[in-house]
């Protein structure tokens, strides 16, 4: 899934600019909210990485698992458009212009995840149709 792989790229890029980039004498990354956005972004990639891993495990084991996957394909594709826009946020205009940082691309490419192979709509539609079978 591209989305993911990308979000983690723009957690790298925001930062890497967070680092370089000062304000009041010191860089940005001394500033408690953006070491929030960074832990708000690690916390994202992780979740959705273990998400993903119990859907391919279950695969693997030839276990049902449409809810599992599609759990998955909502929080990480939606994870992913999110912390894209965090990390264009960090990086501010540098964020935004494509010539300087990748993450304008980041985005667009996480946001087709939340359209291409069913929309996040769907997904909770999937999803919820999935947890009124489980309770019959």
């Known amino acids: 899934m591209a989305g993911p792989r990308r979000a983690w790229w723009a957690m790298e890029e925001a930062i ?14 001394a500033f408690q909210s953006i070491q929030h956005k960074i832990a708000d972004m690690a916390t994202k990639i992780r979740a959705s990485r273990l998400l993903l891993v119990t859907a391919a495990r279950m695969i693997e084991k030839g276990l049902p698992c449409t809810k599992e996957a599609t759990i998955a394909k909502l929080f990480a594709t939606e994870a992913s458009v999110e912390i894209c826009d965090q990390a264009i946020q960090i990086c501010g205009g540098a964020g935004y212009v494509e010539d300087f940082y990748p993450l ?3 985005y667009l490419d996480a946001r087709l995840g939340t359209i291409g192979g069913g929309t996040s709509e769907i997904m909770r539609f999937l999803i919820q149709r999935e947890v009124y079978i489980e309770e019959k």
């Not at 600019?17 to 304000?23: A, D, I, L, T």
């Open 104 to 106: 304008s691309q980041f």
């Open 16 to 29: 890497k600019y967070s680092k370089e980039r000062f304000q009041f004498n010191k860089p940005i990354a």
